[in-house]
């Protein structure tokens, strides 16, 4: 069973997609199993800076966005919603979300129910091919 524990957001490391058509945002992950000794959560920061993308994408896990640094817009299910310090947004599993461009440098956290990022299957637009 897990026990109580605590990171330092600031000694993680700066991740971000391999493919920068998913969006050159940029993330550290705060909790998610097995690299930290916690289950049924998975969360983190996000960044990005003027300019940068995070595609539109859906995934089966809902999702909370809350505001920490910034002003922005998020998509989710082609409606844009302001996220902005004090802000929490829930992105229902399956919605359409993603931030198309940061007009300013955006910070928020963003968590999952579920065990591990691994666990989270991302559905990008971009890559998925049209139904004929």
Known sequence: ?????????????????????????????????????SDEITCGVAMMAA???FALHSHPQAEVYFGLEGEGEVMIDGTPHRLAP??????PGGAVHGVPVAQAPLRWFYCF??????D????????????T
């Open 1 to 37: 069973m897990p026990t109580a524990l605590a990171v330092d957001e600031s000694t993680l490391p700066v991740e971000r997609w391999d493919d920068p058509a998913r969006g050159t945002i940029r993330f550290r992950t705060l909790f998610s199993a097995p690299d930290t000794d």
């Open 51 to 53: 300019g940068e993308t």
């Open 86 to 91: 004090g802000i929490a947004l829930y992105i």
């Open 113 to 118: 129910g579920t065990d591990s990022f691994a």
């Open 120 to 131: 989270v299957r991302y559905s990008f637009l971009h890559e998925t091919d049209p139904v």
